[in-house]
């Protein structure tokens, strides 16, 4: 067996060295349940590199533009969005703060299984946090591709409001600041694999981010 200088195989230094980098780096992996932290540090605003140009006329124009839209669709009640709407919703959320989480919900239900009820609890508890205070989120339902176009949206929808409801109920925020989304099969995450468990996904996103140079 390759020692090194301290006498620890070098596998066994390697393989500690790479753990260590990964507690740094405190990554989501596929089937982890998501920390309170890993939340809220994915959906508060990012700070804006210094020197970047002075934000222009036309993108402030945007900006409004883009607000005025997110106002209006998250007093949307009596009725499910329009196709133009998710899409409209879905392009300005590329560009926003946002995370994925693995929500599993008993079969053809949208009742929120038990199983991640401490994913449900970190969720309520990150929204809840100060740096998130008076924020709008949209909870973006997503299936995979089993299943028709029509149902696969319905069911994305009502567990998107299961959620919403969740948070409301659990943790008193405010509903109006929760919009909820179904997208069905519109948006794989994992486009090679229609059927893959990735595409069963909860997505929330932070729609009025504003950068920390702003509010200064």
Same mark, same amino acid.
């Given at each position: 067996m390759l020692l090194n200088r301290r006498g620890l195989s070098l596998g066994l230094a390697n393989a500690m060295l790479a753990a260590g980098l990964m507690l740094l780096a405190g990554p989501v992996m596929a089937g982890d349940e998501p920390t309170d932290a890993q939340i809220l540090n994915a959906l508060k605003p990012k700070p804006k590199t210094r020197g970047l140009p002075v934000v222009t006329p036309e993108e402030r124009a945007k900006a409004a533009e883009e607000q005025q839209f997110i106002d209006s669709v998250r007093q949307v009640r009596t009725r499910s969005l329009t196709s133009s709407e998710r899409d409209k919703v879905a392009t300005i959320a590329k560009e926003k703060p946002s995370i994925d989480l693995e929500i599993y919900f008993d079969y053809n239900s949208a009742a929120i299984s038990s199983r991640s009820m401490p994913s449900m609890m970190s969720l309520g508890r990150a929204l809840s946090a100060p740096e998130l205070k #008076?924020? &709008?989120?949209?909870? #973006?339902?997503? *299936?995979?591709?089993?299943?028709? $176009?029509?149902?696969? /949206?319905? /069911?994305? $929808?009502? %567990?998107? !409001?299961? &959620? %919403? !409801?969740? /948070?409301?109920? %659990?943790? %008193?925020? *405010?509903?109006?600041? /929760?919009?909820?989304v179904g997208y069905g099969k519109e948006q794989l995450k994992d486009k090679s694999n229609p059927l893959s468990e990735q595409n069963r996904r909860v997505q929330v996103v932070n729609m009025a981010a504003k950068s920390t140079a702003d509010s200064r």
């Open positions: #008076g924020t &709008v989120f949209m909870i #973006g339902g997503h *299936t995979d591709a089993a299943g028709g $176009e029509s149902y696969n /949206l319905g /069911l994305s $929808e009502r %567990r998107a !409001q299961a &959620v %919403r !409801q969740f /948070l409301i109920d %659990r943790f %008193r925020l *405010t509903a109006g600041d /929760l919009m909820a």
